[in-house]
């Protein structure tokens, strides 16, 4: 027989920051039950992280999911537009590639575009493939606007996503967090007692003495895991022989030209450099091993390679690339850099909250919390960040730059589900993907190709369509692109018309 559940009467968020505050906001709509109150527990005393500015076109889903409007959420948070990423360095010192969001060209009878390229490119018959992509020709002319419904209209192809002040993301939503009812309580946390039966989590203590008692508690507390890890003694698993980048130093500078509708990474002796533009700054960043250099040299190469005045001194960051061996244990679930830490590389930090947000939801649990759903959680949260590895993994493992910490990357022994794709894809240029898996087939052709991993062959079917067809296609869609972005405002245009952010004091 069926029974009603028995709803969590009290949800306890500790920590703020972006992950705190995307919960709350996305578990603020729980109070629609009438029984269900969602308490939020941070200290200014303790700074966040909030190196998380860029991120990929899935958000736009989370803040869909909250009615955000668009244009207001972009000017409350200094945001622009991110069309992908351009990559400076990594296959060599002087080469550039770029990983743009959107698909390439489209398949003819169930062939696959970039097998035509492939065979047409090695002939001499085809530019670039970013020729080939709508998002990487406006990365080019530095062009923005916003896709249309119509599936027949080439801009319909437009696919984006947002850089912002993850600082001011987090205000932004703290006001719609406790306008739907959140209560945040200041203070730091000094205990965590647990049920001595269970091992739940009973409730956390403040340093003054307050009691905040709950019956699903979300670890937002950074690195530091305070109750998944300090309470709960979970345990972490290491990726460091994969993804050796231990720190990074992060400093904002002045804007120096408008905004570019894209993230640059640039490679490093040991590690690369982020730059991020926003509408009042620019977002910098060095992500280094410090096993091939010092904290002097890279705060050096950080400084020297800013495009405009640094406006703070560099905030360190000490990491340790992994991620919690449970996300969920007991009563308690881990967002954020409390569940597990993937450098920014590809902008994947701020998603997968959103991903972790999105299962709890969807495999919310009610007080007898049926083990079923922790399980569940866990095992698919296990496969998305193992995903996400394996894609920045495949940055260091091909590339053919001469220093010691590149050497020592393109060296390295790498996870089996990697080393099958990339094999598979030398032979002859074909992928093979789950359909969970965060990153399309697009984005593993862009990086693939882009990182000097070259199929020796293409695929026998694209033998099949006649020749002259496809190199029509190729050119007309080549040229049909151009004239799509070149008919588009700028994107510093765009935002000054749709999006302008307030003039900071």
Not at 142 to 158: A, G
Not at 457 to 470: K, M, Q
């Amino acid at each position: 027989m069926t029974r009603a559940p028995d709803p969590i009467r009290n949800v306890v968020i500790v920590g703020g920051g972006t992950a705190g505050w995307m919960a709350a906001a996305a578990l603020s709509r729980l109070a629609g039950n009438g029984v269900t109150r969602v308490t939020l527990v941070e200290s200014d005393e303790i700074a966040t992280v909030g190196v998380g500015e860029a991120t990929i076109p899935p958000i736009r889903q989370f803040n869909a999911l909250l009615g955000l409007d668009e244009n207001d959420f972009i000017a409350h948070t200094q945001g622009s537009i991110k069309l992908g990423i351009v990559f400076d360095g990594w296959t060599r010192p002087d080469h550039r590639y770029q990983h743009p969001f959107g698909s390439f060209g489209f398949d003819m009878e169930a062939v696959k575009f970039h097998q035509f390229w492939l065979k047409l490119h090695s002939q001499g018959l085809a530019s670039g493939i970013d020729d080939y992509n709508l998002c990487a020709t406006m990365v080019n002319k530095e062009k923005f606007t916003r896709p249309v419904p119509d599936p027949s209209s080439v801009l319909s192809q437009i696919t984006y996503a947002f850089h912002f002040d993850a600082g001011l993301y987090a205000a932004y939503l703290r006001r719609y967090a406790e306008a739907r009812g959140v209560t945040r309580i200041e203070g730091k946390v000094a205990q965590v007692p647990l049920d001595p039966e269970s091992g739940f989590i009973q409730s956390v203590v403040l340093e003054s003495g307050k009691r905040i008692e709950g019956d699903l508690f979300i670890d937002c507390s950074g690195f530091r895991g305070l109750l998944i890890e300090g309470a709960l003694q979970t345990g972490y698993e290491d990726w460091t022989h994969w993804l050796p980048c231990d720190r990074a130093l992060a400093v904002p500078s002045a804007n120096v030209t408008p905004p570019k509708p894209y993230t640059r990474a640039m490679a490093r002796p040991a590690g690369w450099q982020w730059r991020i533009p926003l509408q009042h700054r620019t977002g910098n960043g060095h992500v280094y091993c410090s096993q091939f250099t010092t904290d002097e040299q890279a705060a050096d190469i950080l400084m020297s390679n800013l495009e405009g005045p640094a406006l703070a001194d560099p905030k360190p960051l000490r990491f340790t690339t992994g991620r919690r061996r449970k996300m969920w244990n007991r009563n308690c679930v881990a967002l954020g850099l409390a569940s597990g830490f993937l450098e920014p590389l590809e902008s994947t930090s701020i998603h997968l909250i959103q991903a972790g947000i999105s299962k709890l939801l969807a495999l919310f649990p009610d007080r007898s919390f049926n083990p079923v759903n922790e399980e569940a959680f866990n095992r698919l949260s296990q496969m998305q960040f193992e995903q996400v590895r394996d894609f920045i993994i495949l940055h260091y493992k091909a590339n053919g730059r001469p220093e010691p910490f590149w050497q020592r990357a393109a060296s390295m022994s790498v996870p089996d589900s990697l080393r099958h794709k990339m094999e598979l894809f030398r032979a002859c240029g074909r992928l093979f993907r789950h359909e969970d898996d965060l990153f399309a087939e697009s984005s593993w052709i862009a990086v693939l190709l882009g990182q000097g991993v070259t199929p020796e062959r293409w695929d026998p079917l694209a033998d099949t369509i006649d020749p002259g067809l496809v190199r029509h296609n190729l050119d007309r869609l080549r040229t049909v692109f151009t004239r799509a972005a070149d008919a588009m405002p700028s994107h510093g245009e765009f935002l000054a018309r749709t999006c302008p952010a307030p003039r900071q004091s």
